[in-house]
């Protein structure tokens, strides 16, 4: 009997991540091609809602890095209290919303981790700058992609890769939480606080990468600017 019941464990857990698995896939993937924050409208927010001296996204080299993850403390704090909420309404339906609760998840933590990529000055206006992005999200989602790296200028087949690749790991790791999604009752508050962990858990993640990235990318910019050239008249004076 207990041999028959792992057996209808397995097949319930494989059914399940398959399911997992092709939600994250479809989510990141339309996040991909749709999701996408403005950088003008979030400079301004930057300006307006953080109160940050800055005109454009290099002027964030110039901001206290306290500051700065000040504010990426509020955006991934943001970013999960709406996961929460989503999280909360689509799982009343129990395991029937996981498809459009996971693809919706998947967009908002794509978003929480743009804005994080934009306030530490890294905009995604070119190929490469996308694949930076979701070099960041694989990141986030504890994803080794070293081997795939060769790739990267190649953005319509780096970024599918990436996208299974997190889906798939994801999926596994979630599987076993997800479980509770089958009580209808309680998989609500389950929702709620899953979503809001995993948007916030990705975002801490994310948060540490780009800020190594900002702070190299400033230490160079103040050794460039601390080279003092010496003139040729100065030379042999």
């Known amino acids: 009997?207990?041999?028959?019941?792992?057996?209808?464990?397995?097949?319930?857990?494989?059914?399940?991540?398959?399911?997992?698995?092709?939600?994250?896939?479809?989510?990141?993937?339309?996040?991909?091609?749709?999701?996408?924050?403005?950088?003008?409208?979030?400079?301004?927010?930057?300006?307006?809602?953080?109160?940050?001296?800055?005109?454009?996204?290099?002027?964030?080299y110039s901001v206290e890095m306290r500051v700065l993850d000040d504010v990426a403390q509020e955006v991934i704090r943001s970013g999960a209290k709406v996961a929460m909420v989503e999280g909360a309404g689509f799982g009343l339906g129990g395991l029937m919303t996981i498809v459009p609760d996971l693809s919706i998840l998947a967009g908002l933590t794509m978003r929480t981790i743009q804005k994080l990529s934009l306030l530490y000055g890294f905009e995604y206006n070119t190929e490469e700058e996308t694949a930076e992005l979701w070099i960041a999200a694989a990141s986030a989602a504890g994803v080794d992609i070293s081997r795939d790296l060769l790739e990267k200028q190649f953005?319509?087949?780096?970024?599918?890769?990436?996208?299974?690749?997190?889906?798939?790991?994801?999926?596994?790791?979630?599987?076993?939480?997800w479980a509770g999604r089958l009580i209808p009752v309680a998989s609500s508050v389950?929702?709620?606080?899953l979503n809001y962990y995993?948007?916030?858990?990705?975002?801490?993640?994310?948060?540490?990468?780009?800020?190594?990235?900002?702070?190299?990318?400033?230490?160079?910019?103040?050794?460039?600017?601390?080279?003092?050239p010496i003139s040729i008249d100065a030379t042999f004076s």
Do not use: C
């Open 190 to 193: 389950i929702g709620a606080g």
């Open 1 to 60: 009997m207990a041999s028959k019941l792992t057996m209808v464990e397995d097949i319930r857990k494989s059914w399940l991540r398959r399911r997992v698995e092709s939600a994250l896939r479809s989510g990141f993937q339309h996040a991909y091609e749709t999701v996408k924050v403005d950088p003008s409208k979030f400079l301004l927010q930057l300006r307006v809602a953080h109160g940050l001296p800055i005109t454009t996204f290099n002027g964030l």
């Open 155 to 177: 953005v319509k087949r780096f970024v599918p890769r990436v996208i299974q690749r997190i889906a798939v790991k994801t999926s596994q790791e979630m599987v076993e939480k």
């Open 198 to 228: 995993f948007v916030r858990a990705w975002g801490e993640r994310a948060s540490s990468h780009f800020r190594q990235r900002h702070i190299e990318a400033r230490n160079r910019m103040n050794s460039a600017s601390q080279t003092i």
